[in-house]
């Protein structure tokens, strides 16, 4: 499995790929970009199984990088992870793709729930 994760914060890059591995996807290929440009970029030049990706970030937000990936024919699968987790916000996050969100702090356990229901 590839995983892209998307976060502005270096350290939470590190957090999320370390729960990843808690989690039970330590054999996972895990590729990081720091905002939805770099994601873009990255999902062009291989397309991974599955994103996690941050809502707030700079030059291209995570819900811009979404809505720009569905636009792109890209179907890979795609989940929230960040610390704002209204409802409205799942609803948004929902109708423009994403499969799940989930809301930081978080835990293994939620991490091995969202991810197991998309597999």
Known sequence: MDILVVDDSKAM???????????????ATIREAANGSEALEAVTAQPPDLILCDWNMPEMSG??????????????????????????????????GAEFLIAKPFTVEEFALAIGQTA
């Open 63 to 96: 819900i811009e990088f979404l809505t720009a990936l569905r636009e792109s024919g890209s179907t890979a699968r795609f989940g929230f992870v960040t610390s704002e987790g209204t409802a409205d916000m799942r609803a948004v996050a929902h109708r423009a």
């Open 13 to 27: 890059r590190m957090i999320v790929k370390r729960t990843l591995k808690q989690a039970g996807y330590g054999v």
